[in-house]
């Protein structure tokens, strides 16, 4: 209920956005008619279209996008027709005699005297497929929560919600614009002039849709001016986060959390044929919830490797449930190639449709659940560290199944480059997103939504600002180099930088090369880069590019990719 707010609060706040400009002129064009018969059902049928076509082109990738394309080119024509017709009488007349003829009754009935709602609900689903609603912070976390979760009724749900929340902001504005025009006619007799002028603004909406001002400069200046209050309006409503709560110590009981939930929802094994819970009944499980580009899953796992080769043989199964962030992590081939990269040979579920994250209640990278021989969740830890107690839950649990004579000690990895623990720095820069859904702390202007743009880095950063230099698209998820020699430059603190990174379609390797604070890395070099601070993109994956040999200083960060077409995902910090 909470999201579902949320979600019409941020349909409402589009009325502020100058992104709905190009709209509006439609909206109003038939502000002197009856509301119930002609504006109602025109916003009904723009918000079932907004919401069909921002499903689709949240859950079923660029081909819905594409068509989407040919939606607008008809609704362009559409609409630019119904404008040449409130233009002129004449026009109207030697326009619809073709339209007539072809038994295309949209233009025929919108010069009509008698009104109809199928036709006002026609010129609405044109409208909806023109509509680019600027993607601030509200609209950006329902697409991003849709291309996690994939298609389903609350997905449409949430969109539908979202565009009922603009259509009643842009109702209330269509009332109060049908009381002005018929205050209008009939104390000035300005009845023709009115409806001419109506016509001129939907030629000039169109004419702005079609050199895309709706989604570029007219985009960027709504984020400026309405992002704030979203931000504001996601943090008053949104519930603050669950703590995580660190496992039992040895003196306190181990309480029972639930019962392990099916696996049946898994799409791939790897190491295994499937599993259930009643095919480990006698076994103490660990289920580790982890996504191969997640430094914390990372950093976790040489822990999780131990305990599996070291209690293997003592009643304990570990089952890592792979549940991707990233829609590149959906591919079982990446995600085979991690697991060799990672020496993980104990079973892997593959998650892509967050079943069994839904089973778990999840909400953590990585997740640790302690399950005993009885398939009762005794324990949980979330995220990395007391690697020491959550061994001893499981030696607890493997004690009370029966199991004697178990080895003794706590397991020490040893790990290095990007396994290797973090450095402890509290104050070190936090992960950052480069796709627009989540991105925080950018100081290169505006960001441009799923087009391409020319940035220009600033001379100077503050501490956890970042820029983009160069042409590039940015995407939900992910920033795309269209042309050679792009930039990217971070000032950030920490011992570590990591970037997420991968080549593009086509599967060309990408050289890249960075500097610290203008200077080639030297022994501040990451595992993935030489001393040179050279390097290439050849998977898509985690990339180690800096770990500094002396503290955990302020830096400043530059990487220029000599190739185009790479994808940019996420930094983290060590």
């Known amino acids: 209920m909470l999201l ?26 038939r502000a002197d008619r009856p509301f119930a018969r002609n504006g109602l059902p025109m916003l009904i049928g723009m918000a079932l279209t907004f919401a069909l076509v921002a499903t689709l082109a949240a859950v079923g990738g660029g081909w819905a996008v594409r068509a989407n394309q040919f939606g607008r080119y008809a609704a362009l024509l559409v609409l630019a027709v119904l404008g040449l017709t409130l233009l002129s009488t004449h026009v ?23 009104d109809s709602p199928w036709s006002a609900a026609g010129l609405g689903v044109a409208t909806g497929l023109l509509w680019a609603p600027c993607a601030g912070p ?9 291309a996690l979760q994939g298609a389903s009724v609350e997905t449409t749900l949430l969109l539908l919600t979202y565009a009922g929340g603009a259509a009643v902001s842009l109702a209330l504005a269509l009332l109060v614009g049908g009381r002005v025009f018929a205050l209008m006619k009939r104390s000035l007799g300005a009845g023709e002039w009115v409806r001419r002028g109506l016509g001129v603004l939907v030629l000039c909406g169109v ?13 960027r200046v709504s984020l400026a001016s309405t992002s704030g209050i979203e931000q504001t309006l996601i943090n008053a409503i949104q519930p603050a986060p669950v703590q995580a709560a660190p496992v039992p110590k040895r003196d306190q009981p181990l309480p029972v959390e639930g019962e392990l939930p099916s696996l049946a929802g898994a799409t791939q094994w790897f190491n295994s044929a499937p599993l259930s819970p009643a095919s480990l009944r006698g076994k103490v499980v660990l289920v580790d919830f982890w996504t191969y580009s997640c430094i914390n899953c990372i950093r976790s796992l040489p822990y999780v490797n131990a305990w599996a080769q070291k209690y293997r043989d003592h009643g304990l ?12 992590e959906k591919d079982p081939s990446n995600v085979a190639k991690a697991i060799k990269d990672f020496h993980i040979d104990y079973p892997v579920a593959m998650d892509n449709d967050y079943a069994i994250w839904k089973g778990f209640n999840n909400e953590y990278w990585p997740a640790h659940y ?26 607890r649990l493997l004690s009370e199944a029966g199991y004697k004579n178990l080895p003794m000690g706590y397991v020490q990895p040893g790990a290095s480059g990007a396994e290797a623990a973090g450095s402890g720095d509290m104050d070190r820069s936090p992960e950052t997103y480069v796709g627009y859904a989540r991105s925080e702390g950018f100081a290169g202007g505006q960001i441009a939504h799923d087009e391409n743009w020319h940035y220009h880095a600033p001379g100077t950063l503050a501490a956890n600002q970042w820029a983009l230099d160069g042409n590039w698209t940015i995407g939900p998820q992910n920033a795309t180099l269209d042309t050679p020699t792009g930039r990217i430059t971070y000032r950030f603190r920490g011992r570590d930088l990591h970037l997420v990174l991968g080549p593009g379609d086509r599967g060309k390797p990408v050289r890249f090369r960075i500097t610290l604070d203008g200077k080639a890395p030297g022994d501040d070099h990451g595992a993935d880069v030489d001393a040179e601070g050279n390097g290439i993109i050849n998977t898509q994956r985690l990339y180690q590019l800096v770990r500094q040999a002396h503290g955990t200083g ?13 994808h940019v995902y996420a930094f983290t910090f060590g």
């Open 92 to 114: 109207a007349e030697w326009i619809s005699r073709p339209f007539v003829k072809l038994g295309n009754r949209l233009t025929e009935k919108a010069q009509a005297q008698e």
């Open 207 to 219: 004419a702005a849709i079609a050199l895309g001002a709706d989604t570029g400069l007219l985009t």
């Open 4 to 29: 579902l707010t949320l979600a019409f609060l941020g349909g409402i706040l589009t009325i502020l956005s100058p992104c709905i400009l190009p709209v509006l002129p439609f909206v109003f064009a």
């Open 138 to 146: 509200i609209l950006g976390l329902l697409l991003t929560g849709a």
């Open 317 to 328: 199964v570990v089952i890592g449930v792979h549940s991707p962030e990233f829609a590149f």
């Open 554 to 566: 302020e830096r400043v960060f530059e990487i220029t990719f000599l190739d185009p077409d790479v």
């Open 370 to 395: 302690f399950i005993d021989a009885q398939g009762r969740i005794r324990a949980h830890h979330y995220g990395e560290g007391d690697y020491a107690g959550s061994e001893d839950v499981i030696r």
